[in-house]
């Protein structure tokens, strides 16, 4: 009997890679409602518009993510609905990164269709998976860090994306529909949270968020 009670959103730029993906699900979960998404808005469209979600598998690299900083918002944001990064990238430091922004797992793309299943599988139960044969111990020296960035609100969160894409405060007010004043009070809650002191070390600090590079990218003033 088919099993329509969940829900899953693939979110991935490559339609064949998306293709794949919606195969094994589909086979795993028969019956399941799958959508698929290419890029970070529509991601977080479908999320505001189909309610519960069960996971979201996403691509670190589409548009709209800048890197690491999409996982973060969408951890912020959405709390309850597990993300495991499906990617072509895998180095251990970005499968650390990605447990440590709160991914509940991930899985390099090279990894074969059952591995991918047995994942998710895993996930689905609660658990989180990484490749066996990688070590993403988290290193003593990232954890401040990640404590920082964990005190940003969604909408925080949302303001250091724009400002790393080189946006005014004008324009993230715009952006945003809110007023320059609350754009400029989000971005001293940033500064204070990130322990930075201005907005260039800010969009630096963001810059190396997204490359998921930990030495000094927060309180550099060099």
Not at 8 to 23: N, T, V
Not at 191 to 213: D, Y
Request: charged share 20%; hydrophobic share 45%.
């Amino acid at each position: 009997m088919a099993d329509t009670s969940y829900q899953f959103i693939i979110a991935d730029d490559h339609p064949l890679f998306r293709g794949a993906l919606r195969q094994t699900l589909e086979m795993q979960y028969p019956g399941a409602e799958i959508i698929e998404a290419g890029a970070l808005e529509d991601v977080t469209g479908r999320l505001e518009s189909v309610g519960d979600v069960d996971l979201v598998l996403l691509d670190l690299t589409m548009p709209g993510m800048r890197g690491f900083s999409g996982l973060m918002y969408l951890r912020a944001q959405y709390p309850a609905v597990p993300v495991v990064i499906v990617s072509a990238n895998e180095e251990a430091g970005a499968i650390r990164r990605s447990i440590e922004f709160g991914a509940s797992g991930f899985i390099p793309k090279s990894r074969g269709i059952d591995v991918i299943r047995d994942a998710i599988g895993i996930v689905m139960d609660g658990g989180v998976w990484t490749p066996p044969d990688v070590d993403v111990a988290t290193p003593d020296e990232s954890a401040d860090v990640v404590r920082r960035l964990a005190t940003l609100t969604p909408q925080q969160v949302r303001v250091l994306m724009m400002l790393s894409e080189g946006l005014l405060n004008k324009q993230i007010a715009y952006e945003l529909s809110v007023s320059e004043a609350t754009v400029k009070a989000h971005v001293s809650a940033i500064l204070q949270k990130l322990g930075v002191e201005s907005r260039t070390q800010a969009v630096i600090a963001a810059s190396r968020i997204e490359a998921g590079q930990w030495q000094m990218a927060v309180g550099d003033t060099n």
